[in-house]
């Protein structure tokens, strides 16, 4: 079955910097990536997708990028604000079956 | 106007006790899915339903019975609950294809 991995765990950067998560599937036959942002208390909500059949998806200040080849999509986020302080995670799924989801990242964005 | 909501939010139990949890969306969604988050936030998919059939049942304990009886609703029965039990358990659904699911806030079970 599908692994994701996801690196690193923890990420800290000045506000205003930008973040960059990286993540890393198995299974080939995998279509579909999206990217969900935890805040404290709360449920996974999704922030941004990308099928395997585009390369760069953007959205205002998030981003995503997939590499098929080498099997490993990012997110990044420019500009950072205390509010994208959260736990965000990456998944992986043919279609959107059964989400695999990565095992997170805190990120923390000093003021 | 709450999409995926969950009851309880908390829910506090002793070792060996039965309990259940509910969950409802109102998106007009077709498949619906219980997740469970243990402390180091990992999550981890356990059940999936599709317009009220089981389509997904990872390797969970059968003390884990999930029941839809109708596809707004997915419930979670726990019996004989355990310390390892502990976690937070989310439902989550979607309309299928490549759209991401909704997930609801969750429900937060401390087993002791």
């Known amino acids: 079955g599908e692994n994701v991995e996801q690196h690193p765990s923890t990420l800290s950067v000045q506000e205003g910097d930008s973040a960059v998560i990286k993540c890393t599937y198995s299974?080939?036959?995998?279509?579909?990536f999206p990217w969900y942002k935890q805040e404290l208390g709360k449920g996974p909500q999704l922030i941004i997708d990308?099928?395997?059949?585009?390369g760069e998806k953007k959205d205002q200040r998030i981003a995503v990028t997939l590499n098929k080849t080498a099997k490993h999509f990012s997110l990044h986020i420019t500009e950072t604000q205390p509010e994208d302080s959260a736990v965000y995670f990456c998944?992986?799924?043919?279609?959107?079956?059964?989400?695999?989801f990565g095992q997170g990242t805190r990120l923390t964005i000093n003021p | 106007d709450t999409a995926v909501s969950q009851t309880p939010k908390y829910l506090v139990t002793q070792m060996g006790n039965d309990k259940s949890i509910k969950c409802e969306q109102n998106?007009?969604?077709?498949?619906m899915y219980w997740y469970k988050q243990d402390s180091k936030k990992f999550l981890k998919i356990m059940f999936s339903?599709?317009?009220?059939?089981?389509?997904i049942n990872e390797t969970v304990p059968n003390r884990f019975s999930p029941k839809s009886p109708d596809k707004a609703h997915l419930n979670l029965h726990i019996n004989s609950l355990e310390l390892g039990d502990s976690a937070v358990y989310f439902c989550?659904?979607?309309?299928?294809?490549?759209?991401?699911?909704?997930f609801g806030s969750g429900t937060r079970l401390t087993v002791v």
């Open positions: 990308i099928r395997s059949n585009v």
């Open positions: 998106l007009g969604h077709d498949t």
């Open positions: 989550a659904s979607t309309s299928g294809g490549y759209y991401g699911y909704t």
């Open positions: 998944a992986a799924s043919r279609g959107a079956q059964k989400l695999v």
């Open positions: 339903y599709n317009n009220k059939e089981l389509i």
């Open positions: 299974d080939s036959a995998s279509n579909y």
